[in-house]
């Protein structure tokens, strides 16, 4: 069973940082793409971020590049996500997902956390 628990979420002013956490329960996990969704509210939920289990590529939404940084840790069983230069319009419900793919856009696995609320005051 993989399980998904994602912490570091707050409140933060707009131009600061904050870092995003993910651990993941088994051990399997360092063989799965890992990735990071948001949804903000009155919105579906969209594509922030991704990296391949062997931590050799990372894919980003055109809106976060440059501002947020996807790495692993830990064995590949943690997935970071260091946001920087935070706008008022990052503020959402962030996700941790698992098992994802790549084709012409990043499809989500079918792992999820329970998610973890950002807001960015402006």
């Known amino acids: 069973q993989v399980q998904l628990v994602e912490s570091g979420g707050g409140l933060v002013q707009a131009g600061g940082p904050l870092r995003l956490s993910c651990p993941a329960s088994a051990r399997t996990l360092s063989y799965l793409n890992m990735g990071w969704f948001r949804q903000a509210p009155g919105k579906e939920r969209e594509f922030v971020a991704a990296i391949t289990w062997s931590g050799s590529t990372q894919y980003y939404a055109d809106s976060v590049k440059g501002r947020f940084t996807i790495s692993s840790d830990n064995g590949g069983n943690t997935v970071l996500l260091q946001m920087t230069d935070l706008k008022p319009e990052d503020t959402a419900v962030y996700y941790c997902?698992?098992?994802?793919?790549?084709?012409?856009?990043?499809?989500?696995?079918?792992?999820w956390g329970q998610g973890t609320q950002v807001t960015v005051s402006s």
């Open positions: 997902n698992a098992a994802g793919t790549y084709g012409s856009n990043w499809a989500p696995g079918r792992y």
